[in-house]
């Protein structure tokens, strides 16, 4: 919690992260480890693939090793009519993403391994495209009334060090691009 590095090992990690997204996602759980104080703000996700040694210089942590790191973003979605939709992503290492209180997606191989008695979506569309070097995962559809916000949380992160990248897309039911 000082923000010294420890050296911390990927399955622990995994562990941590697994116990943090089926408890709720309860800051408890990330307590007793280091939080950048700077905060950083997104009206969007696209991390192309870059080695993850890149991502703790964003957050001003030059010093932070390139692995065993993730990112949680919080915040609310609006929408002005009603809107049906889901999110479609890439994540490597991992991808969560939490709306109203439900696991709707959850993208990245190791990820996948550990969480998937938590979440599993059916749809055939499942590891069909290719987004930056991982294959899209979809997630559950999701009713909008209009004007009436709900909690989104988006958790991203890094196990082993590498090649990373993070990427979240939006379909919206019956809109087709031409």
Do not use: C, T
């Given at each position: 919690r000082s923000g010294r590095?420890?050296?911390?090992?990927?399955?622990k990690m995994r562990d941590i992260m697994l116990n943090f997204v089926t408890k709720g996602w309860s800051p408890s759980v990330l307590a007793p480890?280091?939080?950048?104080?700077?905060?950083l703000y997104a009206t969007c996700f696209a991390i192309p693939p870059v080695h993850s040694t890149?991502?703790?210089?964003a957050f001003g942590e030059d010093d932070t090793q390139g692995y065993c790191w993730?990112?949680?973003?919080?915040?609310?979605?609006v929408y002005p009519?009603?809107?049906?939709?889901?999110f479609w992503g890439v994540g490597d290492a991992f991808l969560v993403v939490n709306v109203a209180g439900e696991n709707v997606l959850l993208n990245g191989v190791e990820a996948r391994l550990?969480?998937?008695?938590?979440w599993q979506n059916p749809s055939g569309d499942n590891d069909k495209y290719f987004l930056a070097n991982k294959k899209l995962r979809v997630g559950d559809w999701i009713d909008l009334k209009a004007?009436?916000?709900?909690?989104?949380?988006?958790?991203?992160?890094?196990?082993?060090?590498?090649?990373?990248?993070?990427?979240?897309?939006?379909?919206?039911?019956g809109e087709v691009e031409d």
């Open positions: 590095n420890i050296p911390m090992d990927p399955d480890y280091y939080r950048s104080p700077r905060q890149r991502a703790p210089a993730a990112a949680h973003y919080k915040g609310e979605l009519e009603d809107i049906r939709f889901r550990r969480i998937l008695d938590f004007g009436q916000p709900v909690d989104m949380k988006v958790l991203f992160g890094e196990y082993a060090g590498g090649a990373m990248a993070g990427m979240l897309l939006v379909e919206v039911e």
